[in-house]
């Protein structure tokens, strides 16, 4: 269980004590299963790992299940090298593209992200002024941090990255996104600073890119191989440098209110957004990056209120959540 995982602090988010040895929860995966399983399709999980019960059958699901990469969706991101495994996964990435017009349209399919922007904002501005010692309550803290955000789609938490001071690096797969980003930056000319490009993690580890902090919010349940997009965040990632990561629980809430609320009911995102099956549970997350030689150190969730329309962060990492980890020195 989550909760297990999670020391409750005053400040909502639940900080993480670093673990050396694994606890019974995440012994139940074996390394080897993990890496293996830890995959964008259906898990066989103990009920220790994604709560009793969580797991609805992979055919309940109403949107149509992606296969693999095909190879058939046009995008500039493939990687060079075949020794280094591909985070892109077509389908997802056709779905971003069709939609790619709409990423400032505060009304149009990215509304939540939107409207989740200044809670993750805050998680992101109070963990990483905490860990690199700057004043959370200045208008640039992030002043003299070098930050990527992959799969930055258009720009939405980059922008807001570069307003605070950082030195901002947006990187996407879709070209299309990037194009968005690229002209929407331009407006202003503090964001004009951002360097954008169409491409993956991997291939900025090819290039032997590194940053201060690693951010990639709500892109993990979209690629390919988790733990190997977290093996490539973790070596973009300079030593004691940090890694934020947000996704959605592989639980049955998730598939309640993400899925089958948010995309059939309510229409806030196009049917077939999400699959089910590649979302992670927080133990998982945990455990991937902690073989990617990140520790987490803080997580929290994401609750929505119906009532205010807004987000606010929570201990409750059943639905959403956010997960802030360092990469040890070595
Ligand atoms: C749900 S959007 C999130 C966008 C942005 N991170 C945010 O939260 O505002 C997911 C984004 O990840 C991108 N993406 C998916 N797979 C990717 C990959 N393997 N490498 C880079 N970007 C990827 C998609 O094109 C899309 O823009």
Redesign the pocket.
């Known amino acids: 269980m989550a909760s297990k995982l999670l020391n409750r602090v005053p400040a909502v988010s639940a900080r993480l004590k670093c673990q050396r040895t694994l606890s019974p929860t995440l012994a139940a995966f074996t390394p080897s299963r993990l890496l293996s399983d830890v995959a964008p399709r259906p898990l066989p999980l103990p009920a220790t790992a994604a709560g009793a019960g969580d797991s609805p059958p992979a055919s309940a699901s109403p949107s149509p299940q992606s296969s693999g990469s095909s190879g058939k969706f046009d995008h500039n ?1 493939k990687s060079s090298s075949s020794s280094v495994r591909s ?3 077509d389908p ?2 056709a779905k ?1 593209s069709a939609i790619a017009d709409t990423w400032w349209d505060s009304e149009g399919p990215f509304k939540p ?1 939107h409207r989740m922007n200044p809670t993750r904002l805050a998680f992101i501005r109070s963990t990483l002024c905490r860990h690199f010692g700057k004043d959370p309550s200045s208008a640039r803290p992030f002043e003299g941090l070098k930050i990527v ?5 258009g720009g ?2 980059s922008e807001p990255l570069a307003r605070m001071g950082a030195s901002v690096t947006g ?4 070209d299309k ?1 990037i194009k968005i980003a690229h002209i929407h930056a331009a407006l202003d000319p503090v964001t004009s600073t951002i360097e954008y490009c169409c491409t ?2 991997e291939k900025l580890v090819e290039e032997q890119r590194k940053f201060d902090a690693v951010i ?4 993990i349940e ?3 191989d988790p733990a190997e ?1 977290c093996k490539s965040l973790s070596a973009l990632t300079i030593p004691e440098g940090a890694i934020v990561i947000s996704t959605i629980n592989r639980s049955m809430r998730a598939y309640a209110t993400a899925i089958v609320a948010a995309e059939y009911l309510l229409r806030w995102l196009p049917k077939g957004t999400h699959q089910w099956s590649s979302f992670l549970t927080p133990e998982e997350l945990v455990l991937i990056l902690q073989r990617s030689s990140i520790c987490v150190k803080e997580m929290a969730g994401f609750v929505y209120n119906p009532l205010t329309g807004r987000w606010f962060l929570s201990d409750d990492v059943g639905v959403n959540f956010i997960a802030f980890g360092t990469k040890s020195s070595q």
């Open positions: 991101a985070s892109l996964k997802e990435l971003f992200l955000d992959v799969g930055c789609g939405i938490l990187v996407d797969a879709v996104n993956t993690a990639s919010l709500e892109v979209h690629v390919a997009f």
